[in-house]
């Protein structure tokens, strides 16, 4: 009988003390625990929703459209779960409780700027306007969902760790040799931030001055690795520091406070102060995928302190306690979204699947006499049914 | 005899010179042509690149246009990318072929699929140009040809080319190609040839051979640095009375299949020449399409003149050991006709 060389099943992260004994490891926890609750962030509400910073409080209309674009993303979230259980959705990165370091960050850009998101920040695409069923379509695996609309600057989400930044560079360097004002953003999470593609773009950023805005959201996973486990760094906005350029660390689940340091950095990135970093620190309370089960490496106990800094109720809260908002306007407000939501849905199901020889299309302008022969042969391999009869 | 290209677009005045100097004139004409071009490398600003291919560009074109990148090669093709998606034709060098590697993930997640994923909304018109490939003794890890790697990633086209002429007209065609291509650059023949270049905005199409031998019996194909070889072979069979058809690939994708198998069809015979690593190399491509087309006219078995199955040497005393001289495809010309 041969022996079981299986692996054994991970257990739940313990206390880093007894998890890992090299000198130095518990001292390096603690340091980041202790950043976390680092009071030096830019924030605008507290937890509870109450206003820290009176002057950092954009427009109420703002306000508004900041809450009314975290509900969307939130409901986009939610449905996503159900219609994954359904079996009408494909595996996908849920982003729920980071609504405010998305919406925050990309509600700071027009539609001439240019957004690079990773897969996990639907929420930042929605809010500069990528359409609900599009989205639906790409995370159901669909060709319909790589049409991106043409007077939007928004990329497909990047699969590949970190390959988006320098491209936000050369993006960004292109609109200013070309003489306009926009700006690109780049989302990345910690666990990119180890990518050599994320050093190398906050360098060429820097050294040729492009207009970038790069979001580091420290959401405190890399999958399964705890940030703390990534890097000694505990404070990653410090990175920036290595490349001459701004880094600054906001309340990720603050939204009104993510508002505020993003629209400042575009506003730098236009005027030609070069690029920013901007860590936002935040949490992935979900999974990393719906398809993925975190109690294999943390415990419920890692997550819930995070439920009491949910950035959806503490901009909620803030707008009812300020009179921005009712709850009968907040109530139109979801059933209006749900029906966005509804019909966007209706159109994804529209999409009709695509055929065999589709798999060929768009490789180049011009298809090669060797794409042309392969063409040919999926065709002959998938005709119609009735064709097949026939022959 | 030697066949040459259509020039396209050309007036029918040329000029003597070398692969570096046609390579200039490209770049030249593309940047005065289109404010939509950039260059950008490695030390091709104000030194005009190590081999100088940039030379003077700067200094006509401004810092903007022509400009120094940061050591950092996958930085240089995803700067590139993001420059395509804004509009831009970007002009990249990378130092050597054998310094592209950083860069693989930029090339295999994005460069190629770029068109795919987006269903055409954006391409990516760059060209990425590297010295490649060995013969001059350089040191350690600056021979290298990956060429193979490159062709088989789907979404890029990857170019080769032999001569001044060619250098300078299918560099002009890759530039105002709408996808992405690789433009890679023999060492060995920057410098030692010349030959007449026309001039102006001459345009040599991608994805046709040229004909550099006809010939009846032996039909051996090679590209780049490898033509003056095969050329240098066949001319030693001419001697011995065989008639060799050399075939400059010219691109490797798109392969113009069609001169290869009308040529095999022909002789019957097809020797391989590259200078890259044995298994799985482009001249196994070719191998395979030869066997899948034109089994039934073949007198004798393929074979592949090629590097060995190891890095390649920077030894001077045994680097002729490696990459395949006159000698090795005259001998294999030989066993060709002697099967």
């Known amino acids: 009988m041969t022996p079981d060389t299986r692996p054994a099943a991970p257990q739940p992260h313990a206390p880093a003390e007894s998890q890992d004994t090299a000198p130095g490891y518990a001292a390096a926890q603690a340091a980041y625990d202790a950043a976390q609750q680092d009071t030096t962030m830019v924030q605008c509400l507290a937890p509870d929703g109450s206003v820290v910073r009176e002057d950092l409080l954009p427009e109420p209309e703002t306000r508004l459209e900041l809450y009314r674009q975290m509900r969307r993303a939130r409901h986009f979230d939610e449905r996503g779960w159900v219609l994954y259980r359904q079996g009408r959705l494909g595996v996908f990165p849920p982003f729920g409780g980071m609504e405010a370091s998305q919406v925050g960050t990309a509600a700071a850009l027009t539609k001439d700027d240019w957004l690079f998101p990773t897969y996990r920040d639907t929420g930042a695409a929605l809010t500069l306007g990528l359409p609900i069923a599009r989205t639906l379509a790409y995370w159901r695996t669909s060709p319909h969902g790589w049409h991106m609309p043409a007077d939007l600057k928004v990329l497909p989400f990047y699969i590949p760790i970190a390959t988006q930044y320098p491209q936000a560079v050369g993006a960004a360097l292109a609109e200013r040799r070309q003489g306009t004002r926009n700006v690109a953003m780049a989302f990345i999470g910690d666990g990119g931030s180890s990518e050599g593609d994320f050093h190398e773009a906050l360098n060429f950023a820097g050294a040729l001055n492009a207009p970038c805005v790069f979001i580091l959201q420290n959401n405190g996973w890399a999958i399964s690795v705890p940030t703390r486990a990534q890097t000694r760094a505990t404070d990653l906005s410090r990175r920036a520091d290595g490349y001459g350029i701004p880094g600054v660390r906001v309340d990720g689940n603050d939204a009104l406070a993510t508002y505020h340091v993003t629209r400042e950095a575009v506003e730098r990135a236009r005027s030609g102060g070069g690029p920013t970093l901007i860590e936002t620190v935040t949490y992935r309370v979900k999974p990393h995928t719906v398809a993925d089960d975190p109690s294999r490496y943390r415990s419920e106990a890692d997550t819930a302190s995070w439920d009491a800094k949910d950035p959806v109720t503490r901009l909620r809260t803030h707008l009812l306690n300020a009179g921005l908002m009712t709850e009968a306007r907040e109530a139109e407000l979801l059933a209006e979204i749900a029906a966005e939501f509804e019909a966007a849905l209706a159109e994804a199901d529209s999409y009709p699947e695509p055929t065999p020889a589709e798999i060929l299309d768009h490789v180049f302008a011009e298809p090669t006499p060797q794409l042309k022969k392969q063409r040919a042969e999926i065709l002959a391999e998938h005709a119609a049914p009735n064709q097949k009869e026939q022959a | ?339």
């Open chain 2, 1 to 339: 005899m030697t066949a040459t290209a259509t020039p396209t677009g050309h007036t029918g005045a040329t000029k003597t010179m070398t692969m570096v100097a046609a390579i200039n004139d490209a770049l030249d004409i593309a940047l005065a042509a289109d404010d939509a071009v950039h260059i950008f490398g490695e030390d091709v600003g104000v030194m005009g690149g190590v081999f100088r291919a940039t030379d003077g560009l700067q200094a006509r074109y401004g810092e903007e246009r022509v400009f120094d990148t940061p050591l950092a090669e996958a930085a240089i093709v995803g700067m590139g990318i993001g420059m395509s998606l804004a509009g831009l034709k970007p002009v990249a060098e990378i130092q050597f072929a054998g310094f592209l590697y950083p860069a693989l993930d930029q090339i295999l997640s994005h460069l190629g699929r770029y068109r795919h994923r987006t269903r055409s909304r954006y391409h990516l018109p760059m060209v990425i140009r590297a010295p490649y490939g060995g013969g001059v003794h350089t040191p350690e890890q600056h021979a290298d040809s990956p060429e193979a790697i490159l062709a088989h990633t789907p979404g890029v086209k990857v170019v080769i080319p032999s001569t001044p002429a060619d250098a300078k007209g299918l560099l002009l065609s890759a530039i105002n190609d709408p996808d992405p291509v690789f433009f890679f650059e023999a060492i060995k023949l920057y410098r030692s040839m010349k030959e007449d270049v026309p001039t102006g905005d001459y345009r040599v199409p991608i994805g046709k051979a040229r004909m550099v031998t006809e010939g009846d019996d032996v039909t051996v194909i090679c590209y780049g640095g490898m033509v003056e070889v095969a050329q240098k072979a066949a001319a030693a069979a001419a001697q011995a009375g065989i008639g060799v058809e050399v075939i400059d690939l010219r691109t490797l994708v798109p392969m113009d299949t069609d001169t290869i198998i009308t040529s095999v069809a022909k002789t019957g015979r097809a020797v391989i020449v590259t200078e890259a690593p044995r298994t799985a190399g482009f001249h196994s491509e070719i191998a395979a399409v030869i066997a899948e087309e034109a089994i039934e006219h073949l007198r004798a078995p393929i074979v592949r003149v090629t590097g060995f199955d190891a890095p390649y040497p920077p030894f001077t005393a045994v680097e002729d050991v490696y990459r395949p001289n006159p000698l090795r495809v005259a001998k294999a010309i030989r066993q060709v006709m002697d099967y």
